[in-house]
């Protein structure tokens, strides 16, 4: 599914509340320009439509979401997103991995 849809895939940013995890209308996910000139990355929601909308910050068990489209109405929604697991955008999606083996745990 990752490396069907790159570069369709967002970062989900959730912040943590006093009560716990955020609410869903609080969920914002952060989108690369699609023309890739802008530094900031764009700011969507899930589409209500999404069956994913109703999730709460803490029923995402990924922070990464790779969806299918992108539509802007009243704002940038996002619809068809499903959770993308980290290993499986770094396996599946390109781009360079680098390990520091300099640093040992202990």
């Keep these: 599914l ?3 849809l790159f ?3 967002a970062y989900l940013h959730a912040p943590p509340t006093r009560k716990g995890p ?3 209308d609080q969920l914002k996910l952060h989108l690369r320009d699609p023309q890739g000139n802008a530094l900031e990355p764009q700011i ?3 589409h209500p439509s999404s069956i994913t909308c109703k999730l ?3 029923e995402w068990r990924s922070p990464y979401v790779a969806y299918h489209e992108c539509v802007r109405t009243t ?3 996002v619809r068809d997103c499903t959770p993308a697991p980290p290993l499986a955008l770094v396996v599946f999606c390109g781009g360079d991995i680098q390990v520091d083996r300099t640093h040992r745990g202990g």
């Design 56 to 58: 709460n910050g803490g």
């Design 2 to 4: 990752c490396a069907a």
């Design 44 to 46: 969507a929601s899930v």
């Design 22 to 24: 955020c609410g869903s």
């Design 75 to 77: 704002k940038i929604y």
């Design 7 to 9: 570069p369709q895939v």
